[in-house]
């Protein structure tokens, strides 16, 4: 993919699935390095799927989606040195909340450095960090926010169907559209009058997702998954996410597993020149033999925690303490790498169709099918890895109140395929069931 080996990169070959460091020398590593570390965000799936025990890690309920005004106050470090009081957010570059929380609770937020974080975030900035690293991305046209000339003109006549984004697309992408004519990019120019836009080129294929953290040495490149676009079942906007499967070398043609990792790494290499740390997800598009870059998400993201299932099933250390570690260490500890077969784990995101009041959310829990009806919640007991067929996480992303079309209510995670691993096809049979029941669950009115 043009970018040169990475030195101390450990070699990659067509067995290995996913890539880290020792989970037994990584949280000893963290034991000695940190008292407390607070995770913010909408709910504490990121901590279960962690699946380690561990007194230093918590929960707080603050998030860029979510007014903080009711979470709870959090105690003082178990050891009162305040200089290893650590927090961790979801997306700390949306908004200020991550920041402004940690300085109100004393406490180090490990994230890379603002302006890195929104020039790798941003939809055209981060163009540049594609031709740097040598990774294609689908022909695009770049539309000034001012002093546009009609749309016809930024419409090459090739095209038949385009794609457009916001630069400042938001968390759940409503800042993606398609757009099938030059009439339609017209209204949707004057919509997003004074927004520099990006119109590219509508590019069939599957979705991708490669979760990776970039440390001070070198790039850690974990696990590939489907990424689950504008499904009408789960969601009313084209452009938004709702959902990942993760998958493995056998499920995509030969070699482009390895295209995949190739790219992210590439990525990772040029955000570390440029000051990253941290975890980060590259959005691919599969087309033909080759991927497209579409997009970097440098922070979490909701496939982090199947990934982190992932990782502690290989005794690798999971994603939320690889990103400590490279925020706090000069270098990361020695790389291992996995060979054994990708569980195939999902996840689906139930949004919004319309806006509602919703009077009540069900629970965060394990929940059972039996005989057409939903049981539970029961306390979550067991790693993701060992759901049976029947059984499902659930993990709500709202509370009662107004939504709006598009607000993301309530995540599913799963051991077993939701979806086939196709672009933008419906659910399969079972992915329909539980999102049936997520819909029954959920109690509003318009």
């Not at 697309?169 to 927004?195: F, K, M, P, S, Y």
């Not at 979705?207 to 969601?235: F, I, M, N």
Request: hydrophobic share 40%.
């Amino acid at each position: 993919m043009g970018a040169e080996p990475v030195a101390n990169a450990p070699l990659l070959t067509e067995s290995t699935t996913l890539e880290g460091i020792d989970a037994s020398n990584g949280l000893r590593l963290l034991g000695e390095l940190v008292d407390d570390v607070v995770w913010l965000d909408r709910t504490d799936s990121m901590i279960s799927a962690f699946g380690h025990r561990t007194p230093w890690l918590r929960h707080a309920m603050v998030s860029a989606l979510y007014p903080t005004a009711g979470d709870a106050p959090i105690a003082e470090s178990r050891r009162g040195a305040r200089s290893r009081s650590m927090a961790v957010a979801f997306a700390p570059e949306e908004g200020d909340h991550a920041i402004t929380w940690a300085a109100a609770h004393g406490r180090r937020l490990l994230a890379a450095p603002k302006p890195v974080t929104a020039r790798a975030a941003d939809k055209i900035d981060a163009l540049e960090v594609f031709s740097t690293a040598g990774v294609p991305v689908p022909e695009y046209v770049l539309i000034p926010a001012h002093g546009r000339r009609p749309a016809r003109a930024y419409w090459p006549g090739h095209w038949t169907e385009a794609v457009l984004q916001r630069r400042e697309n938001n968390l759940i992408g409503r800042g993606t559209l398609r757009v099938c004519t030059h009439h339609e990019l017209e209204r949707q120019l004057r919509a997003w009058d004074g927004h520099a836009l990006k119109l590219s080129r509508l590019v069939p294929g599957l979705s991708l997702t490669v979760s990776a953290c970039v440390g001070g040495d070198r790039t850690v490149v974990s696990a590939l998954s489907h990424q689950l676009v504008g499904l009408p079942e789960l969601t009313p906007g084209w452009g938004m996410h709702c959902g990942n499967q993760l998958i493995g070398p056998a499920d995509l043609p030969a070699g482009l597993y390895d295209t995949a990792r190739d790219a992210a790494r590439a990525v990772g290499e040029t955000l570390r020149e440029r000051g990253y740390r941290g975890v980060f997800g590259l959005d691919l598009l599969h087309n033909d033999r080759t991927v497209l870059a579409v997009e970097i998400n440098p922070r979490f993201q909701a496939v982090t925690s199947l990934v982190q299932a992932a990782e502690q099933a290989t005794a690798l250390l999971p994603s939320l303490g690889l990103h400590i570690l490279a925020c706090l260490l000069p270098s990361l500890p020695p790389p291992r790498t996995a060979t054994t077969p990708v569980p195939a784990l999902s996840q689906i995101v139930l949004h919004a169709d319309r806006p509602a009041f919703i009077e009540a959310v069900p629970p965060q829990g394990l929940y059972r099918k039996a005989e057409g009806h939903l049981h539970g919640p029961f306390p979550i007991s067991a790693p993701l890895t060992e759901l049976k067929p029947d059984e499902a996480l659930w993990w709500p992303q709202i509370r009662p109140g107004p939504t709006r079309s598009g607000d993301e209510l309530l995540t599913l995670q799963t051991n077993g395929r939701l979806s086939p691993l196709t672009s933008r096809t419906p659910l399969g049979p079972t992915g329909r069931t539980w999102t049936q029941h997520l819909q029954h669950a959920l109690r509003n009115r318009p």
